[in-house]
Nanobody
Framework: QVQLVESGGGSVQAGGSLRLSCVVS????????MGWFRQAPGKERERVAA???????SYLGSVRGRFTISKDKAANTLYLQMNSLKPEDSAMYYC??????????????????WGQGTQVTVSS
């Protein structure tokens, strides 16, 4: 059974940093598309960043240059390094995976597996 478990969320002040982790268990894929999504109360879910097994990456415009997505193949773990955090980055962050290359830009419906989410709160 495939499971995605996120961690690393928390409360920080504006300008601070957090690193989110998503550990994948139950399956190791050589071909994948993985991503981070976020959803704030009253807002639609949006894709923050995505990466596929070819190393291709994409970022939401408002986080480009501040966030970095990466994957540790040996640890089967997806990361999201978030720097220069802003209050508008506050949301529940979800990890998602699909065992096929990304079709750019990937949409939420393209992902078969989701984590339970980790909360990020940025205060001004």
């Amino acid at each position: 059974q495939v499971q995605l478990v996120e961690s690393g969320g928390g409360s920080v002040q504006a300008g601070g940093s957090l690193r989110l982790s998503c550990v994948v268990s139950g399956y190791t894929a050589s071909t994948y598309c993985m991503g981070w999504f976020r959803q704030a109360p009253g807002k639609e879910r949006e894709r923050v960043a995505a990466i596929d097994s070819d190393g291709s990456k994409s970022y939401l415009g408002s986080v480009r240059g501040r966030f970095t997505i990466s994957k540790d193949k040996a640890a089967n773990t997806l990361y999201l390094q978030m720097n220069s955090l802003k209050p508008e980055d506050s949301a529940m962050y979800y990890c998602a995976a699909n065992w096929a290359k990304c079709i750019w830009p990937p949409h939420a419906a393209d992902f078969s597996y989701w984590g339970q989410g980790t909360q990020v709160t940025v205060s001004s």
